[in-house]
Protein backbone atom coordinates (compact mmCIF):
# COMPACT_ATOMS: atom_id res chain seq x y z
CA UNK A 1 0.00 0.00 0.00
CA UNK A 2 3.05 2.23 0.27
CA UNK A 3 3.14 2.80 3.75
CA UNK A 4 6.51 3.76 5.64
CA UNK A 5 6.99 2.15 9.04
CA UNK A 6 8.98 4.56 11.72
CA UNK A 7 10.99 3.39 14.47
CA UNK A 8 11.75 5.81 17.38
CA UNK A 9 13.85 5.43 20.73
CA UNK A 10 12.18 2.97 22.52
CA UNK A 11 13.37 0.44 20.26
CA UNK A 12 16.58 0.49 21.56
CA UNK A 13 15.05 -0.17 25.28
CA UNK A 14 16.01 -3.59 26.81
CA UNK A 15 12.46 -4.15 27.49
CA UNK A 16 11.48 -3.39 23.21
CA UNK A 17 12.56 -7.21 21.72
CA UNK A 18 8.89 -6.83 20.02
CA UNK A 19 9.85 -3.83 18.72
CA UNK A 20 13.16 -5.38 17.56
CA UNK A 21 11.45 -8.61 16.15
CA UNK A 22 9.15 -5.85 14.17
CA UNK A 23 12.13 -3.81 12.49
CA UNK A 24 13.51 -6.90 11.92
CA UNK A 25 10.79 -7.79 9.02
CA UNK A 26 10.61 -4.34 7.54
CA UNK A 27 11.88 -3.94 4.09
CA UNK A 28 14.79 -1.42 4.02
CA UNK A 29 12.68 0.56 1.28
CA UNK A 30 9.59 0.82 3.58
CA UNK A 31 12.04 1.85 7.10
CA UNK A 32 12.28 5.47 8.67
CA UNK A 33 13.82 6.37 12.21
CA UNK A 34 12.63 9.28 13.86
CA UNK A 35 13.02 10.63 17.56
CA UNK A 36 9.57 11.64 18.96
CA UNK A 37 10.96 14.32 20.45
CA UNK A 38 10.30 15.13 23.53
CA UNK A 39 9.61 11.45 24.47
CA UNK A 40 11.28 8.50 23.98
CA UNK A 41 15.10 9.15 24.16
CA UNK A 42 17.44 6.26 23.30
CA UNK A 43 19.62 4.12 25.53
CA UNK A 44 21.71 6.11 26.80
CA UNK A 45 19.61 8.91 27.03
CA UNK A 46 16.62 7.27 28.00
CA UNK A 47 14.81 9.57 30.35
CA UNK A 48 15.73 12.38 29.78
CA UNK A 49 14.57 14.85 26.77
CA UNK A 50 14.90 13.47 23.95
CA UNK A 51 16.01 15.39 20.50
CA UNK A 52 16.85 15.37 16.88
CA UNK A 53 20.41 14.71 17.34
CA UNK A 54 19.84 11.59 18.38
CA UNK A 55 18.14 9.67 15.09
CA UNK A 56 21.66 8.08 14.30
CA UNK A 57 21.27 6.22 17.46
CA UNK A 58 17.85 5.38 16.47
CA UNK A 59 19.40 4.09 13.36
CA UNK A 60 21.93 2.09 14.86
CA UNK A 61 19.29 0.61 17.03
CA UNK A 62 17.17 -0.19 14.12
CA UNK A 63 20.21 -1.50 11.94
CA UNK A 64 21.12 -3.60 14.56
CA UNK A 65 17.75 -5.16 14.77
CA UNK A 66 17.59 -6.14 10.81
CA UNK A 67 21.21 -7.35 11.10
CA UNK A 68 22.29 -4.35 8.51
CA UNK A 69 25.42 -2.28 8.53
CA UNK A 70 24.62 1.12 10.14
CA UNK A 71 25.62 2.70 7.10
CA UNK A 72 22.97 1.09 4.57
CA UNK A 73 20.12 1.37 6.74
CA UNK A 74 21.41 5.04 7.34
CA UNK A 75 21.47 5.29 3.40
CA UNK A 76 17.93 3.90 3.51
CA UNK A 77 16.24 5.77 5.68
CA UNK A 78 17.78 9.37 3.97
CA UNK A 79 16.11 7.94 0.72
CA UNK A 80 12.83 7.00 2.39
CA UNK A 81 12.01 10.09 4.03
CA UNK A 82 13.05 12.19 0.61
CA UNK A 83 11.14 9.13 -1.10
CA UNK A 84 7.79 9.57 1.82
CA UNK A 85 8.03 13.66 1.95
CA UNK A 86 8.46 14.51 -1.50
CA UNK A 87 11.97 16.09 -0.71
CA UNK A 88 14.28 17.03 -3.63
CA UNK A 89 16.67 14.35 -4.00
CA UNK A 90 20.11 14.36 -3.44
CA UNK A 91 19.65 15.44 0.08
Known amino acids: MGGFISFAGN ?3 KNAQ ?3 DA ?3 VPEERVLVETD ?3 LAPVPHR ?4 EPSYVPMVGA ?6 DRPVD ?4 ATVANTVKAFGLPAGL
Open 37 to 39: SPY
Open 47 to 50: GKPN
Open 11 to 13: VSF
Open 61 to 66: AVAQAM
Open 72 to 75: RIAG
Open 18 to 20: SLR
Open 23 to 25: ASL
